[in-house]
């Protein structure tokens, strides 16, 4: 009698296509935060051409934190609770003055697990009841105290690019480095907001606040 078989997995086992589904996110994750770096690459290479204005710049650098911000919703996992039933959007809120522009319309529809992704803009704390993810502005710096207070206790996951953000007590610091987009994690904040954070997506930050 001949040794046993070797089995292999069998790529269309419903494990292994998770495995995969979950390793392609993770390469658009880090396509994504190299993207920047890649964008001011081309226009060094363009010189001598009209450069792009401040709007169009900005256009571009909010299209990328646009898509940086739905793959963050993807890498995160929300109590049952916080949704109002079973097929209930996920909303993503940005509050304060809008620096996305159209760019989250690029973003607005898009499939989250079994959820679709909506965005809506806010200008108040009072208007963040149903929010699962909550980019907070720049226009928000001296209020900062106000909105991060709003959103203890909620399953809410708070991310802006302002300095400091995640020592201050918000959950995702989104950063520049290089050229390159680049964020730092609270994961206390992330622990107390009843939120769970991927692994993976834990060791893509360059920091991660753990106590």
Same mark, same amino acid.
């Given at each position: 009698m001949g040794p046993a078989p070797v089995h292999s997995p069998r790529a269309g086992h419903p494990r292994w296509r998770m495995l995969g589904s979950l390793t392609a996110c993770l390469a658009l994750v880090a396509l994504v935060l190299t993207a920047s770096g890649a964008a001011a690459?081309? +226009?060094?290479?363009? @010189? *001598?051409?009209?450069? =792009?204005?401040?709007?169009?710049?900005?256009?571009?650098?909010?299209?990328?934190? @646009? $898509?940086?911000?739905? /793959?963050?919703?993807?890498?995160?996992?929300?109590?049952? @609770?916080?949704? $109002?039933?079973? +097929? $209930?959007?996920?909303?993503?809120? #940005?509050? *304060?003055? +809008?620096?996305?522009?159209?760019?989250?319309?690029?973003?607005? *529809?898009?499939?989250?697990?079994?959820? /679709?992704?909506?965005?809506?803009?806010?200008? +108040?704390?009072?208007?963040?009841? *149903?929010?699962?993810?909550?980019? #907070?502005?720049? =226009?928000?710096?001296?209020?900062?105290a106000k909105v991060l207070a709003a959103a203890d206790g909620a399953a809410i996951l708070t991310v802006a690019d302002i300095a400091d953000f995640s020592t201050a007590g918000g959950i995702i610091t989104l950063k520049v480095v290089e050229d390159r987009t680049r964020f730092d994690v609270n994961r206390l904040a992330a622990d107390r907001a009843g939120l769970k954070l991927s692994a993976k997506l834990l060791r893509l930050a360059d920091s991660v606040i753990e106590d």
């Amino acid at each position: 009698m001949g040794p046993a078989p070797v089995h292999s997995p069998r790529a269309g086992h419903p494990r292994w296509r998770m495995l995969g589904s979950l390793t392609a996110c993770l390469a658009l994750v880090a396509l994504v935060l190299t993207a920047s770096g890649a964008a001011a690459q081309s +226009d060094d290479q363009a @010189a *001598g051409t009209k450069s =792009s204005g401040p709007t169009e710049q900005a256009s571009r650098e909010y299209l990328i934190k @646009a $898509a940086i911000l739905y /793959n963050f919703a993807k890498f995160t996992r929300w109590p049952a @609770a916080s949704f $109002a039933s079973v +097929d $209930a959007p996920l909303q993503l809120c #940005v509050i *304060g003055t +809008d620096p996305f522009g159209e760019a989250l319309a690029t973003i607005d *529809g898009k499939r989250v697990g079994s959820r /679709n992704l909506r965005t809506r803009l806010i200008t +108040d704390t009072a208007q963040m009841a *149903g929010c699962h993810l909550l980019f #907070v502005s720049a =226009s928000e710096n001296e209020s900062l105290a106000k909105v991060l207070a709003a959103a203890d206790g909620a399953a809410i996951l708070t991310v802006a690019d302002i300095a400091d953000f995640s020592t201050a007590g918000g959950i995702i610091t989104l950063k520049v480095v290089e050229d390159r987009t680049r964020f730092d994690v609270n994961r206390l904040a992330a622990d107390r907001a009843g939120l769970k954070l991927s692994a993976k997506l834990l060791r893509l930050a360059d920091s991660v606040i753990e106590d």
